[in-house]
């Protein structure tokens, strides 16, 4: 396996952005020409990124048979729209490198959890825009470069309305708590920036979960987004466990906090229904 860090800087990054790579090795005695890479974005309220929503889930993907890869992309006091134009940016390097590192450059995937979630979903919602173009400085011709072939969102911040969680966007945009409605009618970002509402039909498919028990990020963010997406046209798979906290990761022993959370049994079976999701659309030839 080729385990390597690149530095991903756009204008605005913190020093420590970066982008680390888990390519597993071409072999000519191996009937595997070319794979699909996961693209991770850990969670963390845009404050942070959390080390329990990254490698951990990598390795999984590891053995699935596709190459991954972590962003630690900047948080506060970074701001909108600095972590969007780096996950554009390593989409990017990905598919300058698609060739070396045997990649499918049809089916790289983003994965975003929480925060993380509405960074994934952003780039798949808005990959057209023409300022991420014009930061990335890519031509009317090479914006598909930077569309996900489909995002897996585990429990994601996507509204910006009555369910949203505050505390992303405060991060995300750099206000005061309790200040984004007097913000918002002066700028009118934070609507913008409320992913169900800016759903088309160029938006990528979509692999979703969350819990109705969710009491951090409410199951709203993600019923709003799966209902934008079928008006729209646009396939998505939904899961919605019944039981389970915020932040639950891969809801098992690996992802488990220092204080004996994120352990809920019945939602580890969301990796495996990715799993399944992935091998139809993605090695089976179902790309639409």
Request: with cysteine; aromatic share 10%; hydrophobic share 40%.
């Amino acid at each position: 396996m080729r385990n390597e860090t690149f530095s991903i800087q756009t204008e605005g990054s913190l020093p420590e952005t970066r982008l680390i790579t888990y390519i597993q090795e071409h072999y000519e005695e191996v009937n595997v020409d070319q794979r699909p890479l996961v693209l991770i974005c850990p969670g963390g309220a845009y404050a942070y990124t959390s080390a329990r929503e990254g490698e951990a889930l990598a390795m999984q993907f590891l053995a699935m048979g596709y190459h991954a890869a972590v962003l630690k992309y900047s948080c506060a006091p970074a701001r909108y729209p600095v972590a969007l134009t780096e996950l554009g940016a390593a989409m990017k390097l990905i598919h300058e490198h698609a060739k070396e590192w045997y990649v499918d450059p049809k089916a790289v995937v983003v994965l975003g959890c929480s925060a993380g979630g509405h960074l994934a979903a952003s780039l798949g919602v808005l990959w057209k825009e023409e300022f991420l173009a014009k930061a990335l400085g890519l031509g009317e011709q090479e914006r598909e470069l930077i569309r996900p072939a489909g995002m897996i969102l585990c429990y994601p911040v996507i509204t910006s309305g009555i369910f949203a969680h505050r505390g992303s966007f405060e991060n995300l945009l750099g206000q005061e708590e309790g200040s984004l409605e007097r913000w918002e009618e002066e700028s009118g970002l934070l609507r913008q920036l409320s992913l169900e509402e800016r759903v088309t039909g160029d938006t990528s498919p979509a692999f979703i979960w969350h819990t109705y028990t969710d009491g951090a990020v409410p199951v709203e963010n993600s019923l709003m987004f799966v209902g934008a997406l079928r008006r729209a046209g646009v396939s998505v798979e939904f899961h919605m466990y019944p039981e389970g906290g915020h932040g639950l990761g891969l809801a098992n022993r690996l992802t488990e906090c220092r204080d004996g959370g994120a352990i809920q049994e019945e939602c580890t079976s969301w990796i495996s229904l990715v799993h399944t999701w992935m091998e139809k659309r993605y090695v089976g030839g179902d790309t639409k």
